[in-house]
């Protein structure tokens, strides 16, 4: 899996901006959902601003991909893996709350007979305050990624390196075209089944 640039979606409520890190900032991001490539076992920051209801306020998830999907050659961009950033999650983050949401491939040997809902929207388990939800997801499938979004922000005086992990190579994909990537700098680039496990709350900060 070394070296391979997973495609995401991440969706975010409609007028919101998500931004991955750049240098030692942010790009300027792409409302509503941004499909990006993360490569396995780095973690990589995003702002979120312009949420609807609340002007000015500005949260940064983490995203940590630890494993890949594996879709027919050519298809990559076809089968993203997606990472909700729901409202009420965001809202929750803004103020202090720590929330942490797993991604996983389902096993299909322990499928949940549950309806399936839109290609647009993927199903989520709670799990109860204490439990590691990786351990959950991982019983009951394969874990893709790990989203954590808490009240942390940037120091007044300057975002550190360490905020961003060092702003790890990114691929930021434009839906509108078909084209390869095109280089922007500092590591950011244009260019089966899906479950979740979420949230666990906590008083902590990403």
């Known amino acids: 899996m070394s070296g391979y640039c997973q495609p995401v979606e991440i969706r975010a409520p409609k007028g919101a901006r998500i931004a991955p890190a750049l240098g030692n900032g942010f790009s300027e991001g792409t409302r509503d959902r941004s499909l990006v490539g993360l490569q396995i076992g780095p973690v990589y920051r995003f702002r979120v601003t312009e949420i609807p209801g609340h002007p000015g306020v500005e949260v940064f998830p983490t995203i940590e991909m630890v494993d890949r999907m594996y879709p027919p050659p050519g298809q990559a961009l076809r089968f993203p893996v997606p ?17 942490t949401r797993i991604i996983y491939v389902e096993d299909p040997q ?3 007979p549950i309806a399936e809902k839109a290609s647009s929207e993927t199903r989520w388990i709670d799990v109860r305050a204490g439990e590691d939800p990786l351990v959950t997801a991982d019983a009951l499938g394969r874990p893709i990624a790990i989203l954590r979004m808490g009240g942390r922000v940037p120091e007044p005086n300057g975002m550190e390196p360490q905020f961003v992990y060092g702003a790890p190579p990114a691929m930021v994909y434009n839906r509108t075209k078909t084209a390869k ?7 950011v680039q244009l260019a089966p089944h899906i479950e979740e496990v ?3 709350l906590e008083g902590g900060t990403p």
Do not use: I, N
């Not at 990537?181 to 590591?187: A, F």
């Open 83 to 99: 990472v909700e950033l729901t409202q009420r999650e965001l809202e929750m983050a803004a103020e202090g709350r720590f929330v």
């Open 198 to 200: 979420a949230p666990d």
């Open 181 to 187: 990537p095109t280089p922007l700098q500092s590591g």
């Open 110 to 112: 322990l499928a949940l």
